[in-house]
């Protein structure tokens, strides 16, 4: 919009609701959902479980994803928005996951669906919790939240072809350049571009080792 004196901008509703129960479909709070475009879902469970922010990335959403794609592809980079929904993905799986498990344990589930449920631990545990009194977590930008994402889901990759290859969920988990994924939030804003391509190398590395490996030993017992 323009105002008055010339200047352009825009208009911003907020609307903060505690329906009872957290029950989202009374009155209030359907009114609020009708003006809103953005949802942030608030998760008493996070915050008893010391997730921060606690918010439930499965119940909130954003209407303005794909007006702001051109925005992220151009002024942060074009595999953001891809990477954000890979994400998604996986983290939406290992909640179904996580209710079966809850059924039948861990161990019932095939290797393929295990790391699937690794993978969604280090997506919330490394990605989307924040520390608020550490100086490097308690902002980040952008750009380093893509580079995190991205050697996040590049570790998923390698990951889930290993074991597809015959390599065991404990031997993927146990890889040396895990924890230094975890510590990437400590990283300064101007050093995480090139921790982020070692940590990438590291992960190719590592992962291909572990693939040969398999191969020599499923060689050895077929002999």
């Keep these: 919009m323009t105002t008055l004196n010339g200047a352009v901008g825009s208009i911003s509703v907020v ?6 129960g ?70 939406q799986r290992e909640a179904e996951l996580k209710d079966i498990v809850q059924l039948v344990g861990a161990d019932a589930l095939p290797d393929s669906e295990r790391v699937i449920l690794e993978i969604g631990k280090m997506l919330r545990e490394n990605f989307l919790r924040q520390n608020a009194y550490d100086e490097m977590d308690a902002y980040t930008s952008l750009g380093k939240q893509s580079a995190m994402l991205r050697e996040t889901l590049h570790f998923s990759d390698r990951a889930a072809e290993a074991v597809a290859k015959g390599v065991s969920v404990d031997k993927v988990m146990a890889v040396a350049v895990k924890p230094k994924l975890a510590r990437m939030k400590e990283v300064k804003e101007s050093d ?32």
Excluded at 15 to 20: D, F, L, S
Excluded at 51 to 61: G, M, Q, V
């Design 22 to 91: 957290g029950d989202l479909s009374e009155p209030v709070s359907q009114g609020t959902l009708r003006v809103i475009k953005t949802f942030w879902a608030l998760d008493a469970s996070l915050a008893n479980s010391k997730h921060f922010p606690s918010i439930n990335w499965l119940s909130s959403y954003s209407l303005y994803l794909n007006a702001l794609e051109k925005w992220y592809s151009e002024n942060v980079n074009k595999e953001f928005i891809p990477n954000r929904n890979k994400a998604m993905a996986l983290l």
């Design 15 to 20: 609307g903060a609701i505690w329906p009872p």
């Design 192 to 223: 995480v571009e090139k921790e982020a391509k070692a940590i990438g190398a590291e992960i190719d590395t590592e992962f291909g080792k572990l693939i040969k490996e398999e191969a020599t030993v499923e060689e050895k017992v077929s002999k």
